[in-house]
Nanobody
Framework: QVQLVESGGGLVQAGGSLKLSCAAS????????MGWFRQAPGKEREFVAA????????YYVDSVKGRFTISRDNAKNTVYLQMNSLKPEDTAVYYC?????????????????WGQGTQVTVSS
């Protein structure tokens, strides 16, 4: 069983930055595709970013390209999401997730394990 714990959320003004962390335990982190998703009030959960385990290739939803960066440190069993130039529309609960399959997917149903989420609020 894999446990994921997110941290780093908070309140920030528009244009500011936050760095989210997700610590994994109970599995073989280095072989998981890791993803970040978010869910705003009244909206469906949406894909934000993902990183492969094989070649560290990264994937982003168009709305965050150039502003967010996903990275991983396999020695620390941790995946990060650096968020810069934050906008009010980035306000949501952010979740990290682990996919035990090989290919990177953007569909939340493909991910096997989820963290509890961390709130990110961007004020205008």
């Amino acid at each position: 069983q894999v446990q994921l714990v997110e941290s780093g959320g908070g309140l920030v003004q528009a244009g500011g930055s936050l760095k989210l962390s997700c610590a994994a335990s109970g599995g073989t982190f280095s072989t998981y595709v890791m993803g970040w998703f978010r869910q705003a009030p009244g909206k469906e959960r949406e894909f934000v970013a993902a990183i492969s385990w094989r070649d560290y290739k990264t994937y982003y939803v168009d709305s965050v390209k150039g502003r967010f960066t996903i990275s991983r440190d396999n020695a620390k069993n941790t995946v990060y999401l650096q968020m810069n130039s934050l906008k009010p529309e980035d306000t949501a609960v952010y979740y990290c997730a682990a996919d035990l399959r090989v290919l990177v997917r953007t569909d939340s149903s493909s991910y096997d394990y989820w963290g509890q989420g961390t709130q990110v609020t961007v004020s205008s």
